[in-house]
Every structure is written in C-alpha cells, then in structure tokens.
C-alpha cells in the first residue's frame, strides 16, 4: 500500500522546475473553513496579496484555490511579548522561519482529476504538509477555458488576475447570457465602464441581442471618459452593423452628434395602468391611487390617461356650467362615487409630471414596442438614449416597463408558437437595467415583468443584466437567480451581504471583495466562470479596438499546448 501511495504521489508531484515557484506547505484546515498554508523561510510575506491563484498537489489530484487571508504567527507566543532586536541580522535570520513564520489562508475552489480535463468542484481536501505551489498561466487557463472534444464555446477576455499581469482571463459569454446576471458596486467604482466592456463582448461574438436603457446615454455612441471620450458600442470594429440607437430626446442626441436611428414616441392610448402601477415608488403612488387607475382604464377605454391628464378640468360640483358637468366623464365618475374627487386630483397632480415628456404625444405614428421589436428580431441590439430625461426616475421607469412588458410578451408567443422548431425561435435576448433596484424592490418584484424574466431564468430566451449600487435593496429572491455577478467595491455591510447571498465561501470572499481598489478591479463569480477571480478589467482603449478590428483569434492555442506540454512532463 505504501509503495503504490508513493507511485500515485510521483505521478503528481511537481516537476523539479516548480519549485522555485513553491509557497509552502499544507500545514491545517477544512473543506468548510478553507487550508491553513504555512509559507516557506524564503517567501516574502509582502509580496503575496488577497485574490491571488495557488495550486496544491495532492496525492492524486490538483486543487486549485484562492488565497484570502494572510497572518502572522510564532511558535512561541513569548516572542510577541518579548521581540528580539530587529537590528541584529543574525538574530533575525535565526528567528525567521523557525520562531516566526508567515501563514496564508486559502480556499479550495476547484479540483483536476487525473485523466480529465474538466475542473470539479472541490469535495474534499489535500493532505497533510501537500506542497503549494503559485498558480501558472497555463494552469489558469486549464481552469478557465477547458478545451472539452466536440464542444465549441465562445470567450471574451474580461482582464488579468491580480499579481499575475499578461495573463488573461476569459469569460464564458455562452454560459453569461445564459442566466440573468447584475453588475453591482459603488457610486464612482465603473460600473459603467465594467458593463460597456461585457456588452462589447456580447455583441461582437454575436452572442445574444441586448436592448440596453441608457439612462446616461454611455453606451451607443461617443460618452466622456477620464481620459478624454470613448467609443460606444455602434462605433466598435464589427458592431457598427449589429447596434442600432434610438433616442427619447433626438435634440439631445443632435447635440452630442449621436448619430440616432430611430426616435421613439409613445402615445397616450398605448399606455396601460401596468406601465404606470410600477411608478409607485418614484412619485408616491397609493393602493387606492392604483386601484383607480385600473378603474379609469375600464370605464374611459384607451383614451383613459388622455382624458386625466387634461388641463383645468374641473369636478362635479365645481364646475358652474351644468351642461358640460353632465359630459363630464371624469366627472360622472365622482358623481357615481366610482371615485372621490381627492383621489382624482392627486393623480392629475402626481401624474401631470407626463406632461413634461415631450416623447408622450396624444398619438404615435407608429408602435415604439414593434418598431424596437422588429429591430431584435432581425439581429440587432438596440441602446435607447433618455436624453434630457435621463436624470428623471419616473421618465426611465415608465419607459423601461413600458417596452420590456410588451417585448417579452411578444417573446412569450413566439417563444410558444415554436415549440419543436429550434429554428423559428426568437434570438437570445438580454435587457440592460440601470437603477434596477427601482424595478426589483421586495414585494415589488414579483408583480413586474422584470422579477418574472428573472424567475424564468431563459426559459423564454430572454434574460436580464442588472446593473445597481445597492444589491440590498433587491428582492433576495431575484438575487438568488443572478448567474453571474461582476462584484465592484461595495462599502454598505448590507450590500456586502446581499451581493454574496447564496454563495459558498461568501465569509471569505467577503475579505477579498473588501480590499478590491475603487477603479477597474471587480471579483467575478457565478455561472460564466469556473471559480471566483479578482481581476483588473482590461482597458476599453485604442488597443482594445485595435484587437477587435484584427478579428478573432486563437488567443490560446498557445498556452493549451504548454499545459498539454507541463503535463506530459509531470508523467
């Protein structure tokens, strides 16, 4: 038994040229809390970091892990109480390593089994005094795109590990879109910037169609950066064809020579009491204001938000003229006591801010639903700018739940009338929401269209990426069906929490996601990646359109040889 232990542990062990790069050895721990790695003499305690990648090899297994803790520890705790003198050179290399040592905490996330090229999620442990190893490049990339016979995904380099600069780490867009997915962080952490760039990726793979409420107008065309304007999404190499921009404000977009392709109008008569019920936490909306929305709707028809929104009405009652009380239909309604008289006029006081909407008109020309609809269908994501309307709650949340509920409807029905015929499907459809709280709010999610498309996951081939400062105050069952999560600084105890709600090891990475710098650093997990990773995103810079306008390539070819190669070399 010895001899055949002793075999299998010299088919894993690492090869001799890895040891320059060895950090310790296993010295403690559990699957549940995570190991305890005591480091090496000659490893620079300050040279490690939180987020950093390691690998420890088992008897017949690798395991890969993160680490997120780093201590100092003494064999004799006497020599807190009593430090030697830290001038003595002597005294100090005699001291280091044998009293006093380094310790880091790593968390097991994923294991390679011998003769299989996919990660597993870890269920156990390696054993005592294992060695610890830093991570490689090509062990990276072994994790983070599996190369599996028969089964072709698509990537988007997301960014570099931290410490670990050149090397890039892609994400599964495939797997991305798959699920609904949330951007969250900080005001000022670049969540802006963070979405633009997985949008990038989205689209330019051809990946899923986005329709994309651009509340700040940073996505579609040229948007102010720190150094200087960057590019929005139509004006990327291989996009130009693929995004469409429309606009609720054309003298807006006229202005920031947007170059626009359709203005979209919205008619009174289209407007449903659902399209309004969700501004209930913008302008103070009652139930019984509600209520009587839908009671104006059922008894005026389509031309009910027409008629309340007229000026100077007056009610029964009030008004002089006898004649035109009794046409009144408003009030008729007050009269019948279908509706008192204060209720009517706190909605045409609350409500009356449409009037300011220059994008509502008595009548539209055309359906904004199907004209933005007919758009998707045909392959193209759609960014609608808001303009001037863009720092108004209550104009985005109109719109937004105005065109989401009727494009996932219609999604609904196609989705429905092809059951059996893959072909006839509607393309994958992701819906970009800024401020999502605003839709998503506990005992508000499950009544709008947008807590239904996250409960569906895709089932209906649309789903959704949320992008907010406050996971809190998001419905913790919407949450629970977030894919992906692209985890900016977040300094709210309760955002902290909620952003890592459901997730294994959130203790620990609670540590990580602390320490993360306020620009251009996120911590991904979830769905579109193997295992939790800290990157510093890669920039949105003439570089990076330079790479689109090469084309895609084979970023990694090259480095699934040298794991091939590292491997063989192992046996």
């Known amino acids: 038994m010895a001899s055949e232990r002793a ?12 040891e320059a790069r060895r950090l310790g050895r296993v010295i403690g721990g559990s699957l549940a809390e995570g190991l305890v790695v005591k480091l090496d003499p000659r490893i620079a305690i300050e040279g490690l970091a939180v987020g950093r990648y390691v690998v420890i090899y088992g008897y017949r297994r690798r395991f890969f892990g993160m680490i997120t803790d780093i201590r100092l520890d003494s064999v004799n705790p006497d020599l807190a109480r009593m430090p030697p003198d830290p001038e ?14 380094g310790q880091i905490h790593v968390q097991p996330m994923l294991v390679l089994e011998e003769n299989d090229p996919l990660p597993r999620p870890v269920k156990t442990v390696p054993a005592h ?3 610890v190893y830093e991570a490689t490049e090509e062990e990276v990339h072994a994790i983070f795109r599996p190369r599996v016979k028969g089964r072709e995904e698509r990537y988007f380099v997301i960014g570099e590990p931290l410490d670990m600069p050149g090397v890039r780490i892609p994400l599964n867009l495939d797997r991305f879109v798959e699920r609904s997915s949330g951007v969250f962080g900080k005001s000022g952490t670049g969540k802006t910037f963070l979405t633009r760039l997985l949008l990038a990726g989205v689209i330019y793979h051809n990946t899923s169609v986005a329709l994309i409420f651009d509340m700040h107008n940073e996505y579609g065309w040229s948007a102010p950066g720190e150094g200087g304007h960057v590019p929005g999404l139509k004006q990327l190499p291989g996009c130009f064809s693929r995004v469409a921009i429309a606009t609720l404000d054309e003298e807006s977009s006229r202005r920031r020579s947007s170059r626009y392709d359709l203005v979209v109008r919205i008619g009174y008569d289209q407007i449903e009491p659902e399209d309004v019920e969700l501004l209930r936490g913008v302008i103070g909306l009652s139930e019984v204001q509600i209520g009587a929305l839908y009671m104006l709707r059922r008894r005026l028809g389509r031309d009910w938000l027409r008629i309340l929104l ?27 006591d279908l509706i008192t008289s204060s209720t009517l006029g706190a909605l045409q006081r609350k409500l009356g801010l449409f009037h300011r909407f220059r994008f509502l008109v008595p009548q539209a020309s055309e359906d904004a639903a199907q004209a933005i609809l007919s758009r998707v269908l045909e392959g193209q994501s759609v960014v609608l700018e808001f303009g001037r309307y863009g720092n108004d709650m209550a104009a985005y949340v109109l719109v937004a739940n105005y065109l989401t509920r009727r494009i996932h409807a219609e999604y609904v029905r196609r989705k429905e009338a092809a059951l059996g015929d893959s072909s006839r499907e509607p393309p994958h459809l992701v819906i970009v929401v800024e401020e999502a709280h605003k839709f998503l709010q506990p005992g508000i999610a499950e009544h709008t269209v947008f807590g239904t498309i996250a409960r569906e996951l895709r089932k209906y081939n649309v789903t959704l990426l949320i992008v907010d400062q406050r996971p809190s105050q998001i419905d913790s069952e919407v949450l629970s069906q977030i894919g992906t999560r692209v985890l900016c600084l977040l300094d ?14 959130a203790s620990r990475l609670r540590e990580v996601l602390a320490r993360l710098e306020t620009k251009q650093q996120a911590l991904l997990l979830g ?11 890669r920039d949105y810079d003439a570089s990076f359109l330079e790479e689109l306008a090469r084309g895609e390539k084979e970023e990694f070819a090259d480095l699934a040889e040298k794991y091939l190669r590292l491997t063989r070399d192992d046996d």
């Open 492 to 505: 709210h105890e309760e955002d902290v929490r909620a952003a890592l709600s459901g997730i294994s090891g």
């Open 88 to 101: 003595d050179p002597l005294i100090r290399e005699m001291v280091a390593g044998i009293g006093v040592f």
């Open 527 to 537: 769905h579109a990646v193997p295992m939790p990773v800290v990157v510093r995103t």
């Open 7 to 18: 075999a299998t542990r010299g088919t894993w062990s690492a090869p001799p040229a890895m």
């Open 310 to 336: 007229e000026e100077d009405r007056e009610f029964a009652g009030e008004n002089e003229n006898e004649e035109e009380t009794e046409t009144d239909p408003l009030a008729d309604l007050v009269e019948r």
């Open 129 to 131: 005094f294992s060695p």
